[in-house]
């Protein structure tokens, strides 16, 4: 019995660990997700960037469709990744914690995000390969601590009694 349970622990921590070639992509993903942040000028808004997994992108579609023109509704006042309005690019800087694969196409990140301004942020994501892409499945922070999808779902919600 007690081997069964040595075993099973030597599986679990062996299926966290990262192969070289995955933790360079997704390094490379994350970089990217928040490049954005560091080189002072507008970009499109998170929600219109191709980097959500299907799942997600599929909710994101579908608050779009529904969110109010002319208000705010929670999830279109502020920025999802950088969980923030302002920041300074110059000195945005985003520092992995902790990386772990959950599965031969899902991993986990924990990050830490420094905006510049004397104010630092924690988040937590869940990132899905498709078709060879590492794209966020979900997002855990201060701001969303049940992830992205069920704000996404609970806005959705919420935005469909809205009147037309």
């Not at 006042?77 to 969980?83: A, F, K, R």
């Not at 899902?106 to 988040?123: H, N």
């Not at 498709?130 to 919420?158: K, M, V, Y």
């Amino acid at each position: 019995m007690k081997l069964t349970a040595t075993i099973m622990t030597f599986a679990a921590a062996a299926s966290a660990v990262l192969a070289p070639a995955d933790r360079q992509a997704i390094d490379r993903a994350v970089a990217a997700y928040y490049r954005p942040y560091t080189i002072g000028r507008a970009s499109a808004a998170v929600w219109e960037r191709p980097i959500f997994a299907r799942d997600i992108a599929a909710l994101v579609a579908h608050w779009r469709r529904v969110m109010p023109a002319d208000d705010l509704d929670g999830l279109n006042d502020g920025d999802w990744l950088c969980l923030c309005q302002d920041w300074d690019h110059s000195k945005f800087r985003v520092t992995t914690l902790e990386r772990r694969a959950l599965g031969p196409d899902a991993a986990e990140v924990r990050l830490r995000i420094d905006l510049g301004i004397g104010q630092t942020r924690e988040a937590r994501l869940l990132l899905r390969r498709e078709a060879r892409i590492w794209r966020i499945e979900n997002l855990f922070s201060q701001d969303f601590p049940q992830g992205l999808q069920q704000a996404l779902r609970e806005t959705i919600a919420e935005d469909e009694k809205l009147p037309k």
